[in-house]
């Protein structure tokens, strides 16, 4: 069965620091790039940061630029993403997601189509 | 940066009925890379639809995706009771940020 598992998420104060694990399993990790989306209380989802299939690319969304770094391994097929320098408004559940595609007729198409059941970060003193 | 609004915030309807969502973008969007995912309480959300009209893996025919350039649709032809959530459309282009529309929340009436 293909899965993504995240851990790590927890309540932390801010300006503290946190990383999470993405497992996965039932599929080869090292061909797939990953992304970090997250959804605050009530809200909707963002997208976070995004790594390319060895981690040689890595993308990020302007909130979290300078502060959060996403990583993975590939012999451990885990990804993770160190937070840094947390504020109240990083306060979402985290979901790992898998990079899909297919090719139709020369024309690729991307989506995101596995996703893990998130891990919850609190940032609150 | 591509922005997406959905439309409408909320949809009240009743099981049977066929529901039509919304999706705009700033600027054009390759139909390539226009996702919908359909998101439950408590729960991760779901691909539904990719390339704007092609039907994830075990997604009934019940959904149906269209559009191009700006403007997209998610439609639900028949509505059953598990398809109330909220659904949310996506832009996936050749470069971040992959922006998220605000999310359509498809009530029971």
């Known amino acids: 069965e293909v899965q993504l598992v995240e851990s790590g998420g927890g309540l932390v104060q801010p300006g503290g620091s946190l990383r999470l694990s993405c497992a996965a399993s039932?599929?080869?990790?090292?061909?797939?790039?990953m992304h970090w989306v997250r959804q605050a209380p009530g809200k909707g989802l963002v997208w976070v940061s995004r790594?390319?299939?060895?981690?040689?690319?890595?993308s990020y969304a302007d909130s979290v630029k300078g502060r959060f770094t996403i990583s993975r391994d590939n012999a451990k097929n885990t990804l993770y993403l160190q937070m840094n320098s947390l504020r109240a408004e990083d306060t979402a559940v985290y979901y790992c997601?898998?990079?899909?595609?297919?090719?139709?007729?020369?024309?690729?198409?991307?989506?995101?189509?596995?996703w893990g059941k998130g891990t919850t970060v609190t940032v609150s003193s | 940066e591509i922005v997406l609004t959905q439309s409408p915030g909320t949809l009240s309807l009743s099981p049977g009925e066929r529901a039509t969502l919304s999706c705009r973008a700033s600027q054009s969007v390759s139909s390539s890379y226009l996702a919908w995912y359909q998101q439950k309480p408590g729960q991760a959300p779901r691909l539904l639809i990719y390339?704007?009209?092609s039907r994830a893996t075990g997604i009934p025919d019940r959904f149906s995706g269209s559009g191009s350039g700006t403007d997209f649709t998610l439609t639900i032809s028949r509505l059953e009771p598990e398809d109330f959530a909220v659904y949310y459309c996506?832009?996936?282009?050749?470069?971040?940020?992959?922006?998220f529309g605000q999310g359509t929340k498809l009530e029971i009436k």
């Open positions: 790594i390319n299939s060895d981690g040689s690319s890595t």
């Open positions: 039932g599929f080869t990790f090292s061909s797939y790039w």
């Open positions: 997601a898998r990079k899909g595609w297919e090719l139709q007729q020369d024309y690729y198409y991307y989506y995101m189509d596995v």
């Open positions: 390339g704007a009209s």
């Open positions: 996506q832009q996936y282009g050749s470069s971040p940020p992959y922006s």
